[in-house]
């Protein structure tokens, strides 16, 4: 139609109008490239012997690395992982830790709730797209594989054209962890023993996969006299090196099995400007905060004496751990050299049973002038959710409402998306507990709970308050941090508060100006947390305490919406359950 149009003009005007418009789908075809690559990633996972505490153990590597490769997108960005496992003998799946996965739930990677897990020797390809820019992660989500080793980072920049509300000068990626020595075989095994094994506080702590465990503390005599080697190149100390003047970009996230962290860099201010892929309002820290699968960006500028290096320090907060070292690195000034030692003891951490500090960070991040996402004014439904311990038939269990969580053999997703009813219990678990008459100070006398594999069935595009409560476990005075993460979702935080929630009173208080949008975040000692959600995502999402062993002990839930929404689901996420059968790789 444009050529016999361009038939009417003048023959020279007609040869211009055609080049022009030749130019235009070009520069189209173009953007269009720009705009939304394809970032292809070929990923073999295996155990292999590495020391990242200098003490030797196997650990779970892609193609053999541990922190994995660091996966480097744009907004809008398909990214493609082909993985291979080379476990031979166990099973393995990948969760996208703050990739909402909008139209491809299946590839959320969440053994039990939307994929049959990965067999040995078998090739899985993930295939999603990544919408929002941010800082995210990936981690193992089958059994406790991922205080294994198996993590890593997804950092998502703006379209070409587009800037942020900050700047700096270099951008730098930092992973936090704790590490255990024994495998995490023997911890399940421990965690679901009569009598109960508790897995015990961690023996090193990494940052960005090294730390410095002291051998000479080894009390059981090894036959292999290199198991522990303060000089192996595995555990030298990470190492940020800065330039005068300079302002970094860090972009640091937790992914511990238990602990909470404090992080800082010694003499030097940091000023936060992104969680979870939102920007945030700043505000200026020494000690940043992190729990298990909260991200964070923060601001450092190289501004102190130059002539000297400086401490990078993690600490264990919320927790008496009197016997884990804390995780050391440096910030070296160039043109310093690295492998100098700062002329400093590191600097005192904050008191690991003060929850004040803590908690006023969690009141002070807020959303950023021009970027807040306005959450509804009110909710649908509210459900309420009480952290707690209890026991069943004998065996330790975390639950919510004194219901105890257990994943069935077939994925949610695929058993609601085919109506298999029998798979798992149809009833749905409590939206509440007994406000009126528990004492959330002290331990239950009754403290039998029930295990069920129900889930929470939201109405789609309804929007959903949740209230996290904590409460004592069953020890004396005894209230843990629960960092919980939620699937397929952001959510804004509303408020937290300490004691037991007001229903009536309480939302009163919430922040419905400026809320903070966050997948992670921490409910405190004896305190509430109050989140809001759009169930706008269809498909089936856990949402769960992100401490290993917490979830492995059955703290957490499944939301279910929109199923009838969901497209057809790929064969390659079934083979387990009532899925066997239907696998095709």
Request: glycine residues 8%.
């Amino acid at each position: 139609m444009i050529f016999s149009n361009m038939v009417l003009i003048p023959k020279c005007k007609s040869r211009v109008i055609l080049f022009l418009w030749l130019l235009g789908i070009i520069a189209l075809l173009n953007g269009s490239a720009v705009e939304a690559r394809i970032r292809r990633y070929k990923w073999e996972v295996k155990y292999e012997y590495k020391s990242p505490d200098c003490l030797k153990k196997l650990v779970i590597t892609i193609n053999g690395g541990t922190p994995g490769p660091t996966i480097t997108a744009q907004q809008n960005d398909t990214i493609i992982v082909e993985l291979t496992n080379g476990l031979l003998t166990e099973n393995v799946a990948i969760h996208w830790h703050g990739i909402r996965q909008i139209g491809t739930p299946w590839f959320d990677g969440t053994e039990g709730v939307t994929q049959c897990p990965i067999l040995p020797g078998t090739t899985f390809k993930y295939q999603f797209v990544v919408d929002r820019a941010g800082t995210y992660l990936y981690h193992a989500h089958y059994g406790m594989q991922r205080e294994a080793g198996l993590y890593g980072s997804i950092i998502v920049g703006l379209p070409d054209g587009k800037s942020e509300p900050f700047t700096y000068d270099y951008d730098r990626n930092i992973i936090l962890n704790d590490w255990y020595h024994k495998s995490t075989y023997e911890q399940a095994a421990g965690l679901s023993a009569i009598p109960f094994q508790w897995v015990g506080e961690p023996q090193s702590l990494l940052i960005h996969g090294r730390g410095k465990f002291n051998c000479s503390t080894l009390t059981t005599p090894s036959l292999d006299a290199g198991i522990c080697n303060a000089t192996n190149p595995d555990c030298e100390a990470f190492r940020l090196i800065a330039v005068p003047g300079k302002t970094y970009r860090l972009r640091i996230s937790s992914l511990t099995a238990l602990s909470a962290l404090s992080f800082q860099i010694e003499g030097h201010n940091m000023t936060v400007v992104e969680a979870d892929g939102h920007y945030v309002e700043p505000f200026v820290v020494q000690n940043l905060f992190l729990y298990s699968g909260e991200t964070y960006s923060v601001l450092v500028k190289a501004d102190q004496d130059p002539t000297r290096n400086y401490w990078i320090t993690s600490n264990i907060v919320g927790r008496s751990a009197p016997n884990t070292p804390p995780g050391l690195g440096v910030f070296v000034y160039y043109p310093n050299h690295p492998r100098i030692s700062p002329p400093t003891t590191p600097p005192p951490p904050p008191l690991w049973n003060n929850t004040d500090p803590r908690l006023a960070q969690s009141h002070a991040i807020k959303a950023r002038q021009g970027y807040i996402h306005t959450p509804p004014s009110r909710s649908d439904r509210v459900i309420v959710f009480l952290n707690t311990q209890n026991t069943i038939n004998g065996n330790v269990r975390w639950s919510v409402n004194n219901v105890s969580f257990a994943l069935p053999h077939t994925p949610y997703l695929i058993a609601l998306k085919e109506n298999l009813t029998r798979v798992f219990d149809q009833n749905p678990p409590p939206d509440g507990y007994d406000f009126q008459n528990y004492d959330i100070r002290i331990v239950q006398e009754n403290r039998n709970a029930t295990s069920s594999n129900g889930v929470y069935r939201l109405n789609f595009n309804s929007t959903v308050d949740i209230i996290l409560q904590n409460a004592n476990s069953m020890s004396n005075d005894t209230s843990e941090t629960h960092p919980w993460h939620l699937h397929g979702h952001d959510f804004w935080v509303l408020g937290y508060g300490e004691g037991k929630f007001d229903m009536f009173n309480d939302p009163k208080k919430y922040n419905l100006v400026n809320p903070i949008m966050k997948n992670t975040v921490p409910v405190h000692p004896y305190g509430w947390t109050a989140l809001r959600f759009r169930a706008d995502n269809p498909g089936a999402w856990a949402f769960h305490c992100h401490i290993e062993s917490h979830f492995y002990m059955g703290m957490g839930v499944v939301f279910a919406e929109g199923i009838d929404k969901v497209g057809k689901l790929p064969s390659s996420v079934m083979g387990c359950g009532e899925t066997q059968g239907l696998y095709r790789p």
